[in-house]
């Protein structure tokens, strides 16, 4: 199947490379990233325009925020209206609920198919192929669509209607944030106090407070700053302040992820924006 994707960046790029590798031909656009080798040997096409994806039967973004989602998509130059009637798009990028809504406006103006489909994971973990999505579409829309995104993430949950993904992936980081906030706080603690980060580590691991996130960031909680950036702090900043956007829609209030988002806050305005959530200890050391 020929597929457009916009947004190749850290994330979107292994998406991208995983299905090229399954057979479909992948016409890329983004203005911020060149053709390199890696996109050239997996046979990945670079548009210099969006409306050079505009001709594929599905595209799929994976863009940071909500204003370059609207940049990209909507309005009379955007890339619904460029696709026209009866195009398939899936919106992977987290927007929020508000945001969601307002594309969907756009895409049924112009008869755009629209899924969106969130992912829970980092960047290793999409590259690894054992990300998870959780869609939002009809039916119809997630049987079509749901053979393609099987090509590049573990698991496909159909969790409702459009929006309901990122509902869902909200509130799945709700968890991941006072989870990651959670173990910075204690190894600070442990360490502070002389006991050996390791050993702790250890502990934590075959303990009541052990699961899979602590398993596999292992190496950056040990070790940050060595690893790689996998889930940057500005990422996470972004869910947790859209949570709570939604929790208010909702009336209800949200204290521990109020808290959390703070301390990104603090963590941000002392430069750690860049830095994986794994690093926070450094940030709460200086805070």
Known sequence: MDIGFAGIGRMGRQFALHLAAAGHRVIAYDPYVTLDDELELAGIELAAT????????????????????RELLGGNKGLF???????????????GRAAV??????AEHYGVLLADAPVSGTVSAARAK???????ASDELFAAIQPVLAEFTKAQFHVGELGAGN???????????AVNESVNEALLMATRAGVDREL????????AGGGNFVEYKREAFLNPGTTGVDAPVTIIHKDLHL???????????LPGTRANAAVLDRAIALGFAASDMSDLAAALERS
């Open 243 to 253: 949570a709570e956007e939604l929790a208010a829609s909702l009336g209800i209030d």
């Open 130 to 136: 054992t990300i998870t999505t959780m869609v939002g």
């Open 101 to 106: 809504a307002e594309l969907r406006r756009e």
């Open 50 to 69: 969006r409306e050079g994806i505009c001709g594929t039967p599905l595209t799929i973004s994976m863009l940071p925020d909500p204003a370059s989602a």
């Open 167 to 177: 509902i869902v992936k909200l509130a799945v980081n709700v968890v991941v944030g």
């Open 200 to 207: 702790f580590y250890e502990v934590l691991r075959a303990g």
């Open 81 to 95: 209206a460029h696709a026209g009637s009866g195009h398939r798009h899936v919106l992977m990028g987290t927007m």
